[in-house]
């Protein structure tokens, strides 16, 4: 392409010219040998490939094109696994040859800044399993179930595509260039890049969408907690759990942290188990048979002591806990689906995929289903953590490729599981479990009613196996049991059943996905209240230095308690809602994350445009495109939709009409006091709606200023500034993906040879 | 027999030091292990003060977890 001023092929090389020790191997595998390697089809490669292709698109086949009556699950498997195998060989390959062009003669944070506690080197498939343990939590396992209101290929679809062209790309261009700023957050790159307007407006943006976000996975947890006493008691008991084992690794044992680790497992199945027996009792139902109010009140109290305890005691020992289990379920769900695979009865595309009036979540197919779906396919919360900690962590540059790409690769998969796990469940239950009170009734008989009213096609419930199921998985009731994780927890224990244990294991499966989706949401409740609260210090600091003392309590008291309160508002705002809570807050909370990752993709396109890379520049302006549509499109329907099941304003305009009529009972609000709370739900969430979309057009806007600012500089051959930490040249040396290539493994041999004394730099001061 | 038994349990132990790493469990080894590379005049910390030091300075250095 003439007339983009490029770094050509070659001259590219010289901002990586650093000069490496003479006395050592390489650091890197040479450049010419490794292009010979990577460009060098033989047949057993050429065969893999082909067959890869050929088994990937059989199955799109059978999932998009054939449809028949049913669709085995396995199909979703070899779809999914197949594309992304192509998507890492192929396109992000493209990416780290045409965007990043990592350097592995150049050190990276962990070896420059090497202090053995912040910046350590760490293996590279350690690194890629810590790295995904941080970003997948229970975003990934919530959206997707909701979405399969639309039936399962419209999902499918965005979940795949949707992360080789955006999620993955966005997390490993945030990580790569963390990396190149010593480990630097993305606020602190948004600054630099942006400058002060940009800067400030995404500071003030992943504010109020963490604000967001905490509040609507505490919804989640709230709603599958509602009226289960055996859910709560042994979600309660995760906290003396944690307790303990905080406690036990800072006086008893320190250190043993997988010691205490699986001390904290047993300890978790025996809560599960007693939480059964406990429910069972008259007085067990009593004391945990909590309203949602209730909780949601229990959760911001505890939300606000979690975030000013020390680390140490409640955070840090939930964490491995939380990890631990996340590991571990991924796999068994994995090897449950791949074992029984279930036969999923949904249409590719149900009767809601036209039209905008869904029970699960309003709105059309597009832009919704793009929101509803946000960790999975493209989650702007992964920036956050792809840059600051992992960065500071990976050993060679050329490693980002497969613990950023395909580190979130490995998420989206978690996120076809869900989604295959929600559909394996009747289509009725499904519609039952997930639309309000306000639609269903609250009772077996008026729910089974009100679905088979639907029209929908195969479906006829009945109000016996609401009760069988219900009564299979140990609760009261599942009618109306919103927010995803009780729908996704049926669906696993229905797999997990014909897997391990049968229908008398069901309400054990049922009660350990509860127990772990609340798991990881309580902990990224706690951890995103404490670093909401540090960005609020970090601001009001700027004003009021003593704020800037992270030391100083009543500044950290002050600040958790305006971020719990904020966050507490609109949690309890969700619960009290007359309208369902989910179903209007959700669009929100997908909203909120992919703005985000409409700013992080901005941010990576001005620092991709300053290093010249204009030829392939869409890379990056692909994905930030779709994000910006979708989530612009979203809110201005949100704000401006006449239909007042979409718009928050149309719907505000609704219910205040009605109350000046002097009506006492409107759509789904009985009671004056509840269509005074539609009317104040909804000026809340629309003017978040207006607030969110306005600072994101504003991050967006500076972005596209400094990229053409770039452009220009380039071609008046102007010299730009990189705001990247000195290039050193490195001396250690480790393969880039999961399997060592010839050359790496030629060179790896090298390195052993070389005594250990010369391997790293003694630096003789500290 | 006893081989089988034997790369079972290599297995076993690669898989929990694998597991162990990816939760942490093996950061104070590796600070020790950077601490006698530098070459730091200063005996470094006991195990109690790093584990001690670890989780205080994630209190004063918040790290998100995703949702």
Redesign the interface.
């Known amino acids: 392409m003439a007339g983009t001023p490029d770094d050509r092929n070659g001259s590219f090389r010289r901002e990586g010219a650093v000069a490496t020790d003479q006395a050592l191997p390489p650091a890197a595998v040479d450049e010419n040998a490794r292009e010979a390697e990577e460009r060098k089809w033989t047949p057993g490669k050429i065969a893999l490939w082909a067959a890869i292709a050929l088994l990937g698109g059989v199955a799109w086949f059978m999932l998009a094109i054939i449809r028949g009556e049913t669709v085995n699950a396995i199909w979703f498997v070899f779809a999914s696994v197949c594309t992304y195998l192509i998507g890492y060989r192929f396109y992000s390959k493209v990416i780290e040859r045409y965007i990043t062009r990592p350097d592995d003669r150049r050190a990276t944070p962990a070896e420059y800044k090497?202090?053995?506690?912040?910046y350590?080197r760490?293996?590279r498939?350690?690194l890629f399993?810590?790295h995904f343990?941080?970003?997948?939590?229970?975003?990934p396992l919530v959206g997707p179930v909701l979405a399969a209101q639309m039936g399962y290929l419209p999902g499918t679809i965005w979940i795949i595509i949707g992360v080789v062209l955006a999620g993955a790309v966005q997390d490993y261009l945030v990580m790569f260039f963390s990396m190149r700023r010593g480990g630097r957050s993305l606020g602190q790159m948004a600054r630099e890049e942006l400058g002060v307007i940009g800067g400030t407006a995404a500071l003030i943006a992943t504010l109020l969408i963490?604000v967001i976000?905490v509040a609507i996975?505490a919804l989640v947890v709230v709603n599958a907690l509602g009226e289960s006493p055996w859910g709560v008691f042994s979600v309660s008991l995760t906290i003396p759990i944690a307790l303990f084992m905080g406690i036990y690794?800072?006086y008893l044992r320190?250190?043993?942290?997988?010691e205490v680790?699986l001390i904290g497992f047993v300890l978790l199945m025996a809560a599960i188990i007693g939480g059964g027996i406990v429910a069972e009792t008259p007085w067990g139902a009593d004391i945990f048979s909590l309203d949602k109010v209730t909780i949601a009140w229990g959760l911001i109290v505890y939300g606000f002591i979690a975030a000013i305890l020390?680390?140490?005691l409640l955070?840090?020992p939930r964490?491995?806990l939380?990890?631990?289990m996340k590991?571990g379920v991924i796999v068994m769900l994995a090897l449950a689906i791949i074992v029984v695979r279930p036969e999923i009865t949904v249409p590719a595309f149900s009767e809601f995929a036209s039209r905008d009036n869904g029970p699960v979540f309003p709105g059309s197919l597009f832009p919704f289903l793009f929101v509803t779906i946000a960790?999975g396919a493209l989650?702007g919360?992964?920036a956050?953590?792809s840059s600051?900690?992992t960065p500071k962590l990976v050993e060679k540059e050329r490693q980002t490729r497969f613990i950023g790409y395909g580190g979130m690769l490995m998420e989206s998969f978690v996120a076809i599981m869900a989604l295959v796990a929600a559909i394996s469940i009747d289509r009725g239950l499904y519609f039952a479990m997930n639309s309000p009170t306000a639609l269903t009734g609250g009772t077996v008989e008026t729910a089974a009613t009100w679905v088979n009213s639907l029209g929908l096609s195969g479906v006829n419930l009945t109000p016996e196996f609401l009760s069988q199921t219900a009564a299979n998985v140990g609760e009261e009731s599942i009618v109306s049991r919103t927010g995803g994780a009780p729908t996704l927890a049926v669906g696993l224990a229905h797999i997990m059943q014909q897997f391990i244990g049968g229908t008398a294991m069901m309400a054990f499966w049922y009660h350990f996905a509860i127990m772990f989706e609340a798991l990881?949401i309580l902990?990224?409740v706690d951890?995103?209240t404490?670093?909401a609260?540090?960005m609020l210090q970090d601001s009001i600091g700027n004003f009021v230095p003593k704020f800037k003392e992270?030391?100083w309590r009543p500044g950290a008291w002050l600040c958790t308690a305006i971020m719990v309160g904020a966050w507490g508002a609109v949690l309890l705002m969700g619960v009290t809602d007359p309208l369902g809570g989910i179903n209007t807050l959700f669009p929100l909370f997908g909203i909120a994350?992919q703005l985000l990752a409409a700013i992080a993709l901005s941010v990576c396109l001005a620092i991709a445009a300053k290093r010249g890379s204009f030829k392939y520049l869409w890379i990056v302006a692909l994905p930030l495109a779709f994000a910006a549509v979708v989530t612009i499109t979203a809110s201005y329907q949100k704000i401006f939709s006449p239909t007042p099941a979409v718009g928050y304003f149309a719907n505000n305009a609704a219910f205040s009409k009605a109350l000046a009529e002097g009506k006492t009972e409107f759509g789904s609000a009985k009671t004056v006091v509840a269509m005074e709370a539609v009317v104040r739900n909804t000026a809340i969430q629309g003017w978040l709606s207006v607030i969110f979309v306005v600072l994101s057009i504003i991050v967006i806007a500076t972005a596209l200023l400094a990229t053409v600012r770039a452009f220009r500089n380039r071609a008046a051959g102007v010299p730009t500034k990189d705001n990247e930490d000195p290039a050193l040249p490195s001396r250690v040396f480790a393969p880039a993906g999961l399997i060592p290539t010839r050359a790496e493994r030629e060179l790896l041999a090298e390195w052993e040879k070389v005594p250990a004394n010369l391997r790293?730099e003694?630096?003789?001061h500290? | 027999m006893s081989t089988g038994v034997a790369a079972l349990s290599n297995g076993f132990k690669g898989f929990a030091r694998y597991m162990g790493g990816v939760m942490g469990a093996d950061a104070y080894t590796k600070y020790l292990e950077h601490h006698r590379e530098a070459g730091h005049k200063e005996p470094p910390l006991s195990e109690r003060e790093f584990w001690r030091d670890r989780t205080d300075r994630q209190d004063a250095n918040p790290q998100g977890r995703c949702c």
């Open positions: 090497a202090d053995g506690k912040d350590v760490t293996d498939n350690v399993g810590h343990a941080a970003i997948a939590g229970a975003g963490m976000i996975l690794l800072r320190p250190g043993k942290v997988m680790s020390p680390v140490w955070l840090a964490d491995y939380s990890t631990f590991i960790c989650s919360f992964h956050l953590i600051g900690t990881f902990t990224a951890a995103g404490r670093v609260r540090f992270a030391s994350n790293f003694r630096a003789g500290h």
